[in-house]
């Protein structure tokens, strides 16, 4: 796996750094508490192409490659945005691969005059739960009894109340929605577009978990006791370096499945989800150690860690616990069971 960018890859890496230094600082994510979403900076996405990039050039998109998702998802990790921006690209994707069913939908997401986004949950009956982003979108694109459909949202959500302030919701099922496709063709179209969920999702995770180390080292630099800074301490310094370690490791395992989109397809389904649970131990681990390294500090609401602590917990939950996706890795290494 060759993860060296090219002059394209850095300048799109550079451009959404930017981005979000600009339109996802910590004042602006408060901000926009407790909704989750916040509307300029879902624009500002919007006029750099975010969600156009997406979608396959013969459906009106740029046709950015798994990888190039990757790289976007990381910055967006990082700055732990407010915005739905994963699964807005994964629903567009959805809809370009649905053809006509999905053409007008399709034009209004890119042109942005509706929000789409995506259920990485199989409905339970006429009910979505724990939407991302769907307390704010229009659409979710979704599997429901053995469909993929378009499911128009309004007042069929209930907006669902979060401490990692997210724009979750539950939504019924109406019989508005658009069928995309049926029976296998839409288990697979749905799976392979949780395959890209999980793996883009890993990436982001693992770089907010570098990021909770950066702001763990930064205070235990500043923070004295004993007449020394505390970064000197063993009890410290090594659990830092022992989060710092894994959240490298989770970065290079989400872009391996990212990578494998292209190099190694027959691996995706098990890389991905293997990405996403090292991803959201190491996350989980890192944030809850650079929380307790700034001690009490740590906990006040003016504090940046708890915002990485918090929507780390809440990225991972709208899947499941990480066992959900390591019953994923086996079912792809070793086949379904049965019965």
């Not at 060296?4 to 408060?30: H, K, M, P, Y």
Request: proline letters at 3%; aromatic letters at 8%.
């Amino acid at each position: 796996m060759d993860l060296s960018l090219t002059g394209e890859q850095r300048q799109l890496v550079d451009s959404f750094a930017a981005l979000f230094a600009r339109e996802s600082t910590s004042e602006r994510i408060r901000a926009a508490e407790p909704s989750g979403f916040d509307l300029k900076l879902w624009r500002a996405l919007l006029e750099t192409g975010a969600v156009e990039m997406s979608v396959d050039e013969t459906a009106g998109g740029w046709g950015a490659s798994e990888l190039e998702l990757g790289l976007i998802a990381e910055q967006f990790g990082r700055a732990v945005a407010s915005a739905p921006l994963i699964e807005a690209q994964i629903a567009a994707r959805l809809l370009a691969q649905s053809g006509e069913a999905a053409k007008d939908l399709l034009s209004a997401v890119i042109a942005g005059e509706q929000l789409a986004t995506f259920a990485p949950r199989e409905a339970q009956g006429p009910r979505l739960g724990m939407v991302p982003g769907g307390a704010v979108a229009d659409y979710v694109v979704a599997l429901v009894e053995g469909r993929l459909l378009a499911v128009p949202i309004g007042k069929n959500r209930a907006a669902v109340a979060n401490l990692a302030s997210m724009p979750l919701a539950d939504i019924a099922v109406d019989d508005e929605s658009v069928v995309l496709a049926e029976g296998t063709g839409a288990r697979e179209m749905f799976s392979t577009a949780l395959d890209l969920w999980l793996a883009l999702t890993a990436i982001a995770m693992a770089a907010a978990a570098k990021r909770a180390v950066e702001l763990g080292v930064d205070y235990a630099k500043q923070r004295h006791a004993f007449g020394a800074a505390i970064g000197t301490f063993q009890a410290v310094s090594h659990p830092l370096a022992d989060s710092a370690t894994a959240a490298d490791g989770a970065r290079l395992l989400g872009l391996k499945a990212a990578c494998a989109f292209a190099d190694e397809p027959d691996r995706v389904r098990e890389l991905a989800a293997m990405a996403f649970a090292f991803a959201y131990e190491t996350a989980r681990e890192a944030t809850r150690r650079s929380l307790q390294i700034h001690g009490g500090y740590g906990f006040g609401m003016e504090g940046d860690i708890q915002l990485y602590y918090r929507r780390i917990r809440g990225w991972a939950m709208v899947f499941g616990e990480p066992g959900v996706a390591l019953d994923r890795v086996a079912d792809a290494r070793y086949g379904a069971v049965v019965g």
